[in-house]
């Protein structure tokens, strides 16, 4: 880009033009509205001191979402590190064979006692998208430590294998562990939670 086509930041138009936006960014991914609202601001304090490192190849939104992306993988790690001897304590209790016949878990299909109702994510007559999202936004939230991460960054993110393992630090059979947990853990919350 040439400098007159650069694009320039305008810092003091960052909370009307874009803070609506990176709070519902941040609170789908946090559940947390005060610590999305923190972050926010965060991300608007670091972006004031690192303005010098815009090079304008991007839109300011762009730059400032991307700012927003690490200061959300930085809440993951400090909850990862706080929750990691206590998870382990929790999932010792998490046994995959209860769920999955040997052969089924290799081509995806679940011992029959143990699939999910069919009835409990579909009752009769039409599902709000609405109560179903406040369902699984409910959900998700629950997820302990990395296993929320994991999921969001994943499913929500579209992050690789790959940039999961980079920026949490962990293996790529450690996503593949924590995504399959965070699946049945989601699945027993909203069999128990739809009503």
Known sequence: MTESTSHTLKPDRWVDEYADYLYSYAVVRLSDPELAADVVQ??????????????GESTEKTWLTSI?????I????????SRERSMQDQES?????????????????????KAPNSHSLLPEGEIENRELREILEKCISQLPGNLS?????KMLD??????????????????????????????????????
């Open 149 to 153: 991460a994991v999921f969001i960054m």
């Open 68 to 72: 927003l992306k690490r200061k959300i």
């Open 93 to 113: 209790g998490v046994n995959d064979e209860n769920f999955f016949s040997y052969e089924g878990a290799i081509k995806g299909h679940w011992k029959e006692e």
């Open 74 to 81: 930085d809440v993951y790690r400090k909850k990862s590190i």
């Open 42 to 55: 965060e991300t608007f304090l670091s972006a004031l001191k690192g303005k010098k490192n815009f090079k």
């Open 158 to 195: 579209d992050a690789s294998s790959d940039d999961i393992c980079k920026e949490l630090d962990i293996t790529p059979s450690n996503v593949w562990v924590m995504m399959h947990r965070a699946r049945l853990k989601l699945r027993n919350c909203i069999e128990n939670n739809w009503r």
